[in-house]
């Protein structure tokens, strides 16, 4: 049984949030990205990556969380099972190995938005990281444009 798991820190404005390592593929610069008409707002469009078309989404803007104007602004590309996806963040920070038992319960918050996103919390030094499950953020729409738009380029 594994007792410590992996996980990639990032920044979503003045926030901190975990991902499994696992299900990060790889990190980049932001590249060239084509827009595609009348898709969400949080949707920036395609790009190619080494011959294949990944869709790319600003975690930001899905999230409702205020940019941060940086430099540093990144694309984490993640293997969601049946297709790629990249995510823009504020700034990729550290992986942190953490003990299963420092993981806590999400918080129980009242909101309008749906935040089963958030799969729990842990402690670094004296801030509180969210754990994200970026597959439950993304709605049936999302999804749909992503499978549509996942191909080899030519």
Do not use: W
Request: glycine share 4%.
């Amino acid at each position: 049984m594994i007792d410590n798991m992996r996980y990639l820190c990032f920044d979503l404005g003045n926030r901190e949030f975990a991902i499994p390592l696992l299900s990060a593929k790889e990190v980049i610069g932001i590249p060239e990205v084509t827009a595609v008409p009348q898709s969400p707002s949080h949707f920036l469009g395609i790009m190619n990556l080494r011959g294949n078309v990944i869709s790319v989404l600003d975690l930001r803007l899905k999230l409702s969380i205020k940019p941060v104007t940086s430099e540093e602004n990144t694309i984490i590309i993640l293997d969601l099972g049946d297709y790629n996806l990249g995510v823009v963040v504020d700034r990729v920070n550290s992986v942190q190995t953490v003990e299963k038992d420092k993981i806590s319960e999400p918080p129980v918050v009242e909101s309008t938005s749906k935040s089963d996103y958030i799969t729990g919390v842990f402690r670094k030094d004296e801030k509180l990281i969210l754990m994200l499950d970026i597959s439950r953020a993304l709605s049936v729409e999302d999804r749909s444009v992503m499978k549509q738009k996942n191909v080899k380029a030519a």
